[in-house]
């Protein structure tokens, strides 16, 4: 499979496309200004104690109070409350946590008020980014993440990636980071960590203990309810996490973001800095990468398939649910069970295709054409299991039901991605009416004799649709001369096909559009 990363930079943000084989599979967006992403760190200030809920709202500085359950407080919660208390006192402790004596873990089946009080100062990071009317959902149990290793303060325990299958190198993955972890810290082994060596592994960790030093000494001077520590940018997380062997591409829009990702690269995957490239065609980026098409054909309430089939994507607020209808497949020579089973196939695989690219969150039911074997349904099911696992978010596949619907469940942690494929019809300007073609030519004079007598323009260019360009210059007693006669200057007429049937403007010598 061959994978291709397209980063547009603009000064509003940054629109990350993943490619595979040519076919969009993942959009990203990221705004200049969004102060809430996944893994930022806030010193945030409990405002509230929900002991119904078990939980609490935390003010990490968003417009509305995030987020915090009993559940996503992490078993050494009490040691994090500690360790905040000291730093905030002034006491010196190192930036590690060598010296620092762990707390016990909190109880599993406790209550949120046992361990937090109001207007108490304590450590959070985002796990959820605001969606819709909802604040931040946050979790205190750190983590700072990096390319081949996650580290866990106020922990001991080395865990590898269930990913990893070989007992030998998860053997040899584990001693390699025994020997080199600091003291209090546990360490989570990433699946791209399989088949490297210390060096890179040590070198890997040791950022991340830097991202942690300057974390504790940011924390004594940070202000409640303001951000302590920072994720990186979109681009370079998303380079962290999936960049492997099967890239061949990088292309990015801007000097200053490609400098940015080739060193990032350099530091991580020296091998692969060659592919990053910068883009200096005058062509948008994704208009020359056909990008911005696919983006117009895939977002949309339709979603056509390839083989005539569609899939029509519905959005509630408390699901999303896609149907899949057969369209003109119903016409095959082929049975109708067997026609199912492949119209079905080929809606599986644009659904774990869309789920990727709008990234829909929560729960997804899908309405599957009927098949009345149980084999076609397992093999179904089977199918789209073996597509999902190209999914990087956690998620969930029910098999089907007796009703033919498929539930999943997946992971949400941003806002949809949503992309209007509709536009506001120029000519009506969305009313669905439009003036009468029967005054067109009156508007045009008008405008004409304004534009010639009043304002004294000289070499006027009228641009006009091609059928209305063909009514005043075709013949010989046509509007072009009568209008040279009455006004005593040639008014070119240009052809502009992009143009809708009542559209015009006019053009000054100067190649200007004449504003009316």
């Known amino acids: 499979m061959v994978k291709e990363l397209i980063i547009n930079s603009t000064p509003a943000g940054v629109t990350i496309a993943l490619i595979e084989d040519k076919q969009l599979v993942e959009l990203h967006k990221e705004q200049i200004n969004n102060n809430y992403a996944v893994g930022d760190i806030y010193l945030g200030r409990i405002k509230k104690i929900m002991p119904g809920l078990n939980a609490a709202f935390v003010d990490v500085g968003y417009e509305k109070d995030a987020f915090l359950h009993y559940f996503d407080l992490g078993p050494q919660v009490q040691s994090l409350i500690k360790l905040t208390k000291i730093k905030r006192n002034g006491s010196v402790t190192g930036t590690l946590l060598d010296n620092l004596k762990l707390e016990a873990d909190i109880n599993k089946a406790g209550k949120i008020s046992d361990v937090l009080s109001k207007n108490m100062l304590l450590p959070v990071q985002i796990a959820k980014e605001p969606i819709s009317t909802k604040g931040p959902r946050l979790s205190s149990d750190l983590s700072i993440a990096g390319r081949y290793v996650v580290l866990v303060p106020f922990s001991n325990t080395i865990s590898v990636s269930k990913k990893i299958k070989s007992n030998t190198e998860r053997n040899r993955l584990k001693k390699i980071i025994e020997s080199i972890k600091p003291q209090n810290f546990g360490v989570i082994i990433r699946t791209v960590s399989e088949g490297r060596g210390v060096a890179e592994m040590q070198k890997d960790l040791l950022d991340l203990i830097a991202k942690w030093e300057n974390f504790t000494k940011k924390?004594?001077?940070?202000?409640?309810?303001k951000r302590v520590w920072g994720e990186m940018d979109r681009s370079s997380t998303l380079i962290r996490d999936i960049l492997n062997p099967d890239f061949t591409n990088v292309y990015v829009s801007t000097p200053e973001l490609y400098d940015d990702i080739r060193s990032y690269v350099h530091d991580i995957s020296p091998e692969m800095e060659k592919i990053v490239k910068l883009y200096k065609q005058k062509e948008p980026i994704f208009d020359h990468f056909g990008v911005e098409k696919q983006i117009k054909n895939a977002f949309g309430k339709t979603v056509n398939l390839p083989g005539g089939a569609y899939l029509v994507?519905?959005?509630?607020?408390?699901?999303?649910?896609?149907?899949?209808?057969s369209g003109n497949r119903t016409a095959s020579k082929e049975n109708?069970?067997?026609?199912?089973?492949?119209?079905?196939?080929?809606?599986?695989?644009?659904?774990?295709?869309?789920?990727r690219l709008r990234d829909m969150g929560g729960i997804v039911v899908i309405d599957f054409i009927d098949m009345h074997k149980p084999t076609n349904r397992k093999l179904l099911f089977d199918y789209l299991r073996e597509l999902m696992l190209l999914?990087?978010?956690?998620?969930?596949?029910?098999?089907?039901?007796?009703?033919?619907?498929?539930?999943?469940?997946?992971?949400?942690?941003?806002?949809?991605?949503?992309?209007?494929?509709?536009?506001k019809c120029p000519a009506c300007d969305g009313t669905g009416e439009i003036k009468a073609s029967i005054v067109l030519m009156d508007d045009i004079e008008n405008n004409l004799n304004y534009i010639l007598r009043e304002q004294n323009e000289k070499g006027v260019t009228l641009c006009v649709h091609p059928y209305i360009e063909a009514y005043i210059t075709k013949g010989i007693f046509n509007l072009q001369r009568r209008?040279?006669?009455?006004?005593?200057?040639?008014?070119?007429?240009?052809?502009?096909?992009?143009?809708?049937?009542?559209?015009?403007?006019?053009?000054?010598?100067?190649?200007?559009?004449?504003?009316?």
Do not use: C
């Open 391 to 423: 999914d990087r978010a956690k998620h969930t596949i029910l098999p089907p039901s007796k009703f033919g619907l498929v539930q999943i469940t997946r992971q949400r942690v941003r806002p949809e991605m949503n992309i209007v494929t509709v536009e």
């Open 483 to 516: 209008w040279f006669f009455k006004y005593g200057q040639w008014i070119k007429v240009k052809a502009q096909s992009s143009y809708y049937l009542t559209e015009f403007h006019f053009i000054s010598a100067k190649d200007e559009e004449i504003k009316l």
């Open 336 to 355: 109708q069970e067997e026609n199912a089973l492949q119209v079905n196939k080929e809606a599986a695989k644009e659904i774990a295709r869309q789920l």
């Open 219 to 225: 924390m004594p001077s940070t202000e409640p309810s």
């Open 313 to 325: 994507v519905e959005h509630t607020e408390a699901l999303h649910v896609i149907d899949v209808n």
